[in-house]
């Protein structure tokens, strides 16, 4: 079955770079279609969708937080890493990867994130 | 961008209600919405895609429905279980979610 799992500190000072790895099981991510997105929730907040990589490398990332993201991937080690720097305690919150399906039905297309990470706790401090 | 719009923001229901939220979105996305599940301290947890789609192992009583710009999930019976925060998210252009609603108990 397909999981993944968030890690990474879970203090950081402000100004700094946040890195955080998910390592993932269950899938390749060299399969046509599949995803691993990241997506945040300050605390008592909504969802805010971070950045997706692709199977092919191609990535996308939030208009409001691309100057600061990075997303790359180890197909072999079947990891993800998010890089996210200059950190604020505005980026405090819970830090999700997701995995990302792509489906053709029969008379639209789909694409969602099936299964999650349990979330790692990001606090930004001085 | 394209925004997501959820009400209400929370509601008050008791079991065995029926419940419907909605979801609207700030231009047409044809039927790439879905919908997930979130508990205190847990991640979310996929219930619908593609709009009407039920995912794997999500009772019946669930079900969404709409296309364009408005959609909608409904609990036929709410459950115990049920009591919960739910997103729409659209994946018509990269992803977005919504604010969420509260579902309580009355």
């Known amino acids: 079955q397909i999981t993944l799992k968030e890690s990474g500190p879970t203090l950081v000072k402000p100004t700094q770079t946040l890195t955080l790895t998910c390592t993932f099981s269950?899938?390749?991510?060299?399969?046509?279609?599949?995803?691993v997105g990241w997506i945040r929730q300050p605390p008592g907040k909504a969802l805010e969708w971070l950045g997706l990589?692709?199977?092919?490398?191609?990535?996308r990332y939030s208009p409001s937080l691309k100057t600061r993201l990075i997303i790359s991937k180890d197909t072999s080690k079947k990891q993800v890493v998010l890089t996210m720097s200059n950190m604020d305690p505005v980026d405090t919150g819970t830090y999700y990867c997701?995995?990302?399906?792509?489906?053709?039905?029969?008379?639209?297309?789909?694409?969602?994130?099936?299964?999650w990470g349990q979330g790692a706790q990001v606090t930004v401090s001085s | 961008d394209i925004q997501l719009t959820q009400s209400p923001s929370s509601l008050s229901a008791s079991v065995g209600d029926r419940v419907t939220i909605s979801c609207r979105a700030s231009q047409s996305i044809s039927n790439n919405l879905n919908w997930y599940q979130q508990k205190p301290g847990k991640a979310p947890r996929l219930l619908i895609y593609g709009t009407f789609n039920l995912q794997s192992g999500v009772p019946s009583r669930f079900s969404g429905s709409g296309s364009g710009t408005d959609f909608t999930l409904t609990i036929s019976s709410l459950q115990p279980e049920d009591f919960a925060t739910y997103f729409c998210q659209q994946s018509f252009k990269t992803w977005t979610f919504a604010l969420g609603t509260k579902v309580e108990l009355k």
């Open positions: 997701a995995h990302r399906i792509y489906e053709i039905l029969t008379a639209s297309t789909a694409d969602y994130f099936d299964f």
């Open positions: 269950g899938f390749s991510l060299s399969t046509s279609g599949v995803g």
């Open positions: 990589i692709y199977w092919d490398d191609d990535k």
